[in-house]
């Protein structure tokens, strides 16, 4: 299994809604990642959790609130988002996020529209 | 992570192969080339990577300059379904498994 599996696959949410985006993989790895991208543009790196662990922050809003309540689970908690937070939201994971000659496995995003 | 530039986008004709360019003039003795894909509506897709030496996989050959300073993909059979966007990525990749996407090529196969 080489799945990396996002769901929902659409979320339409308003500005004071509480939501959760959610990733789950069966490969045994250990690193995990969240990714924003908007249209026409490329992926943006937001969060990387490495054995649980999260290891990288890029300076995300704390509106984002990720979750890693296992190796094989990463969720994304949204709360009082923007409509410029509309994207689609990649999840990807590798097998340790610390090593050379990884590679990243992509789920197929959450499309997130925010009205 | 050092900068890479790519052309916005590139044509080519089914059945031949695709050259895709990338510069990286900034790359550090131990950053290493990545290249992913991503066909519309899906997330990116790892091809290939490399550090010095050239390397092929099933899906493609990566061809690194001597210097480092550039790197070139190859396709060497395109069909309509490897129109994407292709991206080349130097990274650091043993701190904590940073991977950040450049602009990107958008590659159009044509019948």
């Known amino acids: 299994d080489t799945e990396v599996t996002q769901t929902p696959k659409h979320l339409v949410m308003g500005m004071t809604n509480k939501k959760s985006l959610k990733c789950e993989q069966h490969?045994?790895?250990?690193?995990m990642y969240w990714y924003k991208q908007k249209a026409k543009k490329p992926p943006e790196l937001m969060f990387v959790?490495?054995?649980?662990?999260?290891?990288i922050n890029e300076s995300v809003p704390s509106r984002f609130s990720p979750e890693c309540p296992n190796s094989s689970l990463l969720n994304l908690h949204l709360h009082a988002l923007q409509p410029e937070d509309s994207a689609l939201y990649l999840c990807?994971?590798?097998?340790?996020?610390?090593?050379?000659?990884?590679?990243?496995?992509f789920g197929s995003g959450t499309q997130l529209s925010v009205l | 992570d050092a900068k890479t530039t790519q052309p916005p986008s590139m044509d080519c004709a089914e059945g031949r192969a695709a050259n895709l360019p990338c510069n990286h003039s900034?790359?550090?003795?131990?950053?290493?080339v990545y290249w992913y894909r991503q066909i519309h509506s899906q997330g990116p897709q790892y091809i290939i990577h490399?550090?010095?030496n050239n390397e092929t996989n099933e899906m493609a050959s990566l061809i690194i300059t001597e210097d480092r300073k550039s790197s070139t993909l190859i396709l060497p059979h395109a069909t309509l379904r490897d129109t994407a966007v292709y991206y080349c990525?130097?990274?650091?990749?043993?701190?904590?498994?940073?991977?950040?996407f450049g602009q990107g090529t958008e590659l159009s196969v044509k019948p």
């Open positions: 990807a994971s590798s097998n340790q996020g610390s090593a050379t000659n990884e590679k990243l496995f």
């Open positions: 490969m045994g790895h250990r690193a």
């Open positions: 959790y490495s054995y649980e662990k999260l290891s």
């Open positions: 900034t790359i550090s003795g131990n950053e290493y």
């Open positions: 490399g550090l010095k």
């Open positions: 990525i130097a990274s650091l990749y043993n701190q904590g498994g940073k991977l950040i």
